[in-house]
């Protein structure tokens, strides 16, 4: 753990990986690699995310545009509101972070067949969490899991990487549980890397990539000053 401390000192003055910027028209930056702790947190810490695909090498990506979510743009609908008052849920942090990355790897999604979140990816995330690098957020209904919400945690950015719910809008109810959890982290944002209709309908949006280089810049800073958690 130590070793990995002094590691990620390091990244600000060197990276595995080109420059982010570098990245095609389609965000693709370079492929291959291992899914190592040091590889992983060197990637984040640059902007930089790994996306699977099948029968390709690794492929690390990052995007000409990146989705964002401004805390001061926080969108509730009013729907969302009532049954956020309403609700028998509870929330939990960092409670059942494997479970929640099963549960986004099963759960069935519109158009899409198969899960980018391979074998490989939960273990490597797995890892990452027991070294205090990745966040959760559970949503239990009478001790059950019926949502959840994971991303990896790097310097004081959070990128949330996938989210489930088995009953209509908990997947929301913990994306603003995760919002809220960063909150009293101090943190005013939240990479969310791609920007869906149901992020959209939250707030997030897109930004050009040196804005959001230049948002992690401001942000490693302030980490390492102690500003933020």
């Keep these: 753990m130590r070793q990995l401390q002094s590691y990620i000192k390091t990244l600000s003055k060197k990276s595995q990986f080109p420059s982010p910027q ?6 693709l930056l370079c492929f291959g690699g291992e899914l190592f702790p040091e590889i992983l947190l060197d990637a984040y810490f ?16 990052s995007p000409k545009e990146r989705g964002v979510l401004f805390f001061k743009d926080l969108h509730i609908p009013k729907s969302l509101a009532k049954l956020q008052k309403k609700m028998t849920y509870t929330f939990t942090v960092n409670k059942a972070f494997q479970e929640v990355v099963s549960g986004c790897s099963t759960v069935t999604r519109k158009g899409q067949k198969g899960t980018w979140i391979t074998d490989e990816m939960k273990e490597a995330y797995a890892e990452l969490f027991s070294l205090g690098y990745c966040l959760s957020v559970e949503c239990w209904k009478n001790d059950k899991l019926i949502g959840g919400l994971y991303g990896v945690d790097v310097c004081g950015v959070f990128s949330g990487e996938s989210m489930f719910g088995l009953e209509d809008n908990v997947s929301k109810l913990c994306f603003i549980e995760m919002v809220r959890y960063l909150k009293s982290q101090k943190r005013f944002w939240m990479d969310i890397q791609m920007v869906t209709p149901v992020t959209e309908s939250l707030g997030g949006r897109y930004i050009a990539q040196d804005d959001y280089l230049k948002l992690l810049d401001q942000c490693h800073k302030l980490f390492f000053s102690g500003s933020i958690d």
Excluded: R, T, Y
């Design 22 to 27: 570098q990245s095609d028209a389609d965000g």
């Design 46 to 61: 640059h902007g930089i995310f790994p996306w699977p695909h099948e029968g390709l090498p690794l492929l690390w990506f």
